[in-house]
């Protein structure tokens, strides 16, 4: 009998896109990895290498790469990995090459701003008749493209699905955990990248180690608030999804949010660099979701009000610090 999800695609060939790919094909599925630039793409074949997005990790050599989206159309489940704010375009597209039915795994981190979507219901919406997922965790795209060992989960409302894709793509180096709770391990993701962006605040303002861990609890606790009234389970928030990849984008420059808060508070401004932040993107619709529901989330307000110019860094740090001290929750 062939294996189940003997074929799986990747719509994105990003970094995330690629490490995945080569983690999926050292699991021995067979890849195929979209992206939408023809010769990107081209190059790719050519190098079996993503210099753009991954530079000096060599594609494996069951990673397929192409730029026809038709192409994903047999694989017997998709990875959705591109940025957040891109994902509604791209599972539309697919709309009209997966099979009834296919597993469609988002592994972008945010939530949708104009909708206040979460992504597995923006794949829902653009894609109705795949079933979605997400994987989300601690996790950069470098260590996993170099076989260090890492551990995410994988969630599914179908439990049963959830375990059969995590047992699918995952090897010993790269652990897949599985959950039902798709609500948690997407808030998660989404929210810790706005927290990072604090930290890094911190870190560039050399406000030193005890801040640093006071922001990363504290950050948490904002977390934990906005999860918990979405419904999501504590345990998810507390694992790796959550306060896994919180403490691991709140502790590296290695980590875009951690780096462009990095710049900020060294008064350097918005990163030159152009690399994807999605903390940046996901403020302001996680500030204005928490508000509309009266969560409490001082530090991702704070972020928010900087990246909008609306308060400098100074003024942000002050306003944290004079907030009326309270019992601890
Ligand atoms: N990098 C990491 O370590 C991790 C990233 N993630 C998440 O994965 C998601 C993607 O990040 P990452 O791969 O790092 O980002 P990158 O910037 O490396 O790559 C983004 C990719 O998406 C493509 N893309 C952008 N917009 C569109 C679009 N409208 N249609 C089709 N393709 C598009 C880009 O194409 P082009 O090159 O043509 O611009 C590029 O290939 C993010 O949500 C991120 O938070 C999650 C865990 C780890
Ligand atoms: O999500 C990530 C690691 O889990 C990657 O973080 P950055 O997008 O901040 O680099």
Aim: net charge neutral.
């Amino acid at each position: 009998m062939p294996a189940r999800f003997a074929t799986i695609g990747v719509a994105g060939a990003g970094a995330w896109g690629t490490a995945l790919a080569n983690a999926a094909a050292r699991a021995g599925r067979s890849v195929v990895l979209w992206g939408r630039d023809p010769q990107a793409i081209q190059a790719m074949r050519r190098s079996r290498a993503n210099e753009a997005h991954l530079p000096g990790v060599e594609l494996a050599a069951a990673v397929a790469p192409t730029a026809d989206l038709a192409d994903l159309g047999d694989c017997d489940a998709v990875l959705l990995v591109v940025p957040a704010q891109a994902s509604r375009e791209v599972a539309g597209a697919l709309t009209h090459h997966l099979r009834e039915g296919t597993p469609l795994v988002t592994c972008a981190k945010g939530i949708e701003r104009g909708t206040e979507l979460f992504m597995t219901q923006v794949l829902a919406q653009a894609c109705p008749h795949a079933v979605p997922a997400i994987l989300s965790g601690p996790s950069f795209a470098a260590d996993v493209a170099a076989g260090l060992p890492t551990a995410v989960t994988l969630a599914a409302r179908d439990a049963g699905l959830a375990e059969a894709l995590a047992a699918a793509l995952g090897s010993s180096s790269f652990r897949l955990y599985h959950s039902d709770d798709v609500r948690g391990v997407e808030i998660g993701g989404a929210a810790k990248n706005v927290l990072a962006i604090a930290a890094g605040i911190v870190g560039g303002r050399r406000l030193g180690a005890s801040a640093g861990a006071a922001l990363v609890a504290r950050g948490f606790a904002e977390l934990m608030r906005f999860g918990k009234a979405f419904g999501a389970r504590a345990e998810t928030l507390t694992g790796l999804s959550g306060l896994g990849d919180l403490i691991l984008t709140c502790s590296t420059p290695q980590s875009r949010n951690y780096s462009l808060g990095l710049s900020l508070g060294r008064g350097e401004g918005l990163h030159p660099s152009g690399q994807l932040a999605e903390g940046a993107l996901t403020a302001g619709v996680l500030v204005a979701m928490a508000g509309e529901r009266g969560i409490d989330m001082p530090i991702a307000a704070a972020v928010e009000a900087v990246l909008a110019g609306r308060s400098d860094i100074e003024q942000a740090i002050g306003s944290l610090l004079a907030r009326p001290q309270k019992a601890e929750a």
